[in-house]
């Protein structure tokens, strides 16, 4: 085979190199950068989209916190004539290891408790039906809460097309499964407001990755300035007080 040609070969074969070569983040390796994450509190309206107009369902307040060895999360969801939904995860500030989440709305309560190795015990308790499950599940691997890997994405190493997986935990009643995948699957430049953004594509297992989020990143703090959401018929965004 002639240089030329053998060149063109691997220059074909080069993307699925670098995708088989790819490994899935985990708090034992990730790309998360520490020195990025600053406590702060920020508000999001919610908005359904229908063809050219908004219909704000709601506002979502966020705090992050660090403090001692532990970074937590916390998320308020306000919608009118409803009750507060609220959730909250603790992980390790060291690695991002899970510590604990909790969550509680009108139609269920979950608390997940990762203290011990390779096992997750709680509660899941249905409203609707008046019906407690206890959780006792043996896991294997490393793996974050899927309630902050939202929030890791700001923190990586963001640059034009950047892709990665990462491995999640999320506590499913009807199938029992927890570990999941979250996909960054394409990253580019944009503007929002006359801010330069990271325009970052992501979609997960949780939704069988029928759902796409696109996070409008601020390049510069990092902050997270709107997030739009595809569901395929259902579109709904977000943006930041």
Excluded: C
Excluded at 137 to 142: F, L
Excluded at 208 to 231: F, G, N, P
Aim: aromatic share 10%; net charge positive.
């Amino acid at each position: 085979m002639k240089l030329l040609q053998l060149l063109s070969v691997l220059l074909f074969l080069q993307p699925v190199f670098s995708n088989a070569q790819q490994t899935v983040q985990t708090p034992k390796k990730n790309q998360v950068d520490g020195s990025l994450i600053k406590n702060e509190v920020y508000s999001m309206i919610w908005y359904a989209l229908k063809d050219t107009a908004k219909v704000e369902i709601g506002k979502v307040e966020t705090q992050i916190l660090k403090s001692g060895k532990n970074i937590t999360v916390s998320s308020t969801v306000k919608m009118k004539n409803m009750p507060d939904w609220k959730d909250e995860t603790v992980a390790e500030f060291s690695n991002f290891s899970p510590v604990k989440h909790t969550s509680f709305n009108v139609q269920r309560d979950i608390l997940l408790d990762f203290g011990k190795e390779n096992t997750v015990t709680g509660y899941y308790l249905d409203k609707t039906k008046n019906n407690r499950t206890e959780i006792n599940e043996t896991t294997e691997g490393k793996f974050f809460d899927s309630n902050l890997y939202t929030q890791l994405i700001r923190w990586l190493p963001l640059k034009e097309g950047y892709t990665t997986e990462m491995a999640i935990f999320d506590y499913n009643p009807a199938s029992g499964k927890g570990i999941m995948k979250a996909y960054i699957t394409g990253t580019k430049k944009g503007t929002y407001k006359n801010k330069p953004v990271w325009m970052v594509s992501v979609t997960d297992d949780i939704s069988q990755q029928k759902a796409v989020s696109t996070y409008y990143i601020d390049s510069k703090t990092r902050e997270l300035l709107k997030q739009e959401i595809d569901m395929g018929p259902r579109k709904m965004v977000m943006e930041r007080l």
